[in-house]
């Protein structure tokens, strides 16, 4: 005989139940099967694959105690005392990069991102059967959001100490202490931090609660829960009012928390601003959040950015949604063709080249200064922004040089560069295999990196790393983290935009037509010229394949070759974005 209190819990836990997980479970394959081409149709085979693999890299970032379901069978129970110096239970959450930080500011970011592109592209989750692991990463990332806004106006925005944490290389079971915990709050707030949680609540209270925003999309993954959403939209809400009324007035985070700001330190809060009041808009069904987010864009001069949408600055993709819940709902006052005008002079400076940001040799979108420590991160947002505006663009001509060019960025991370190099772990031979991951290395000698061990001791399947410097080289070495680390909010775009291929694409993602060595031919010689090695800043170096086709040519050719290359290097002196380019 059930008693009404077992009931009660019963109809509680079927009301936040979430999609029941495969079985057996997705399992990444190895790496050979990305060299293979698959049978085509829809949905693609390899697009499905991949997006599988994105959401495993996720699963490999969990902190805390890990569920039954674990698929990533290397990982271990981790970081169970966090929170106990606050005397709160802050276990949990994910690991940010490749160390075992804690932050909340980018992976709030990260959340909006894959609710906000499960909303629009989420029919590509479930034709790729990927939909349950879908909601099991954004319930775990959710679930600690809550635990971290542990009152109405208190956010934890870091677990873990920055320096302690740098000093320490090694795996999952040895995590150093004290492992601090940092807060904002009423008198000492962080308005970017407090609003991005309540946009990441907010967005994804969408996505639970099935809010479509067009029929141009495909429309949201199917994880509906009426009840879940409910409990996402009342966090939004807290936060929002925490972010716009703290007592302590409004401020970038790192003012009141000076620890944060050496990993995630935020230059404004505008932009966080107007993204929850337009997510929250659209949740409460509301005009005048929406005309106090056109009101956050004009105060805050956000017209004015023109460069990237990233953790920090996410200004690009407002435009995008102004204009998608104009079109959506007229009566919320907002004039679509005046943010399609907006969101197309941003994306024209991209595409036809008047912006800030200019294409590497190779036809890798970069940014001087934002592009430097992850060349993959801008180029992924600009196409995963570029996709999701298509259905939108003013016409024919920009829907077809927009997508088109979204699609080039991906290719390039997808094995289409001069490296042959697909810039996903586990997705194919000429994949990265020095990742920089404390937990994946295997090793725990910080002054040997490098060689300690010489091979990585577990593949880190899905993880997007960093990228190539603004030469198109890149050097696989894993304590370069610029090019090698990976981070939650790397894989976002590339989810967005694998979900949307998983939709509508027959051919396979790029680096199915890479065969194995195609990467080692191209492997350049010398060292890396970014943050984490300045011996390779003299400019591209050859490879040693290259060198010898060089060293062979004869007479008269080779005097071609010489003085051509006399030219280019006039030319390229010349270049505005870089004199040693």
Excluded at 356 to 369: E, R
Excluded at 502 to 516: E, G, H, I, Q, R
Excluded at 540 to 560: A, C, D, N, R
């Amino acid at each position: 005989m059930w008693t009404p209190f077992v009931l009660l819990l019963l109809a509680s836990w079927r009301a936040f139940a979430q999609v029941p997980l495969p079985e057996p479970p997705f399992l990444p394959q190895n790496a050979s099967a990305g060299a293979s081409p698959s049978t085509a149709g829809i949905p693609n085979s390899q697009w499905s694959s991949l997006l599988g693999n994105l959401l495993y890299f996720y699963e490999a970032q969990r902190s805390g105690k890990l569920p039954s379901t674990n698929r990533v069978k290397w990982r271990n129970d981790s970081a169970l005392t966090d929170g106990q110096d606050v005397k709160l239970d802050l276990t949990g959450g994910y690991y940010d990069a490749g160390n075992y930080l804690k932050c909340t500011f980018p992976l709030s970011f990260t959340v909006m991102s894959i609710c906000w592109g499960a909303t629009d592209f989420g029919k590509g989750y479930d034709l790729a059967n990927q939909t349950p692991y879908l909601d099991d990463m954004l319930r775990w990332s959710l679930n600690w959001l809550m635990k971290a806004h542990a009152a109405n106006n208190t956010l934890f925005v870091q677990v873990a100490n920055e320096e302690i944490d740098n000093a320490y290389w090694g795996g999952d079971r040895n995590i150093p202490l004290p492992r601090p915990s940092y807060q904002i709050n009423d008198t000492s707030p962080g308005t970017d931090a407090a609003a991005g949680a309540a946009a990441a609540f907010a967005a994804c209270s969408n996505l639970y609660n099935n809010r479509v925003f067009s029929n141009s999309y495909s429309g949201p993954a199917t994880l509906q829960n009426a009840t879940y959403a409910a409990t996402l939209l009342e966090h939004a809400e807290q936060l929002f009012t925490f972010a716009t009324s703290a007592s302590g007035g409004q401020k970038v985070y790192q003012r009141s928390v000076p620890e944060v700001g050496g990993a995630y330190a935020s230059s404004g809060y505008g932009d966080e601003l107007a993204l929850a009041a337009l997510f929250l808009s659209w949740a409460t069904n509301s005009s005048s959040l929406y005309q106090q987010a056109q009101g956050y864009w004009q105060q805050y001069s956000l017209g004015s950015y023109n460069g990237v949408f990233n953790w920090d600055t996410k200004t690009p993709g407002l435009p995008v949604l102004f204009a998608q819940i104009a079109q959506a709902n007229p009566s919320f006052g907002g004039n679509a063709s005046t943010w399609q005008t907006v969101a197309e002079k941003y994306f024209d400076g991209i595409v036809y080249g008047s912006g800030p940001g200019y294409q590497t040799h190779g036809g890798l979108l970069y940014y001087g200064g934002d592009s430097d420590d992850a060349s993959l991160n801008p180029s992924l947002n600009a196409a995963m922004l570029l996709t999701r505006y298509v259905p939108l663009a003013s016409t024919q001509s920009r829907r077809n040089d927009y997508l088109n060019y979204a699609k080039a960025q991906l290719n390039y991370a997808l094995g289409n560069n001069p490296m042959q190099a697909p810039y996903i772990v586990g997705a194919n031979p000429n994949s990265p295999q020095n990742p920089h991951s404390a937990m994946a290395s295997g090793g725990n000698n910080i002054s040997d990196i490098n060689t300690s061990p010489a091979q990585e001791a577990y593949i880190l399947y899905g993880a997007v790393v960093g990228g190539p410097d603004k030469y198109d080289r890149f050097f696989d070495i894993r304590a370069d983290w610029p090019e090698t680390e990976v981070a939650l909010d790397y894989n976002a775009p590339m989810l967005t935009l694998a979900a949307m291929h998983v939709l509508n694409d027959t051919a396979d993602p790029f680096y199915t037509s890479l065969k194995a060595g195609a990467y080692d031919s191209k492997k350049p010689q010398g060292m890396p010229c970014d943050s984490a090695y300045t011996e390779g800043c003299g400019g591209p170096q050859l490879s040693q394949g290259s060198k010898i086709v060089l060293g062979v040519i004869p007479g008269l050719t080779g005097v071609t070759i010489f003085s051509l290359f006399g030219w280019w290097a006039m030319i390229s002196f010349r270049r505005e974005h870089d004199l040693l380019y």
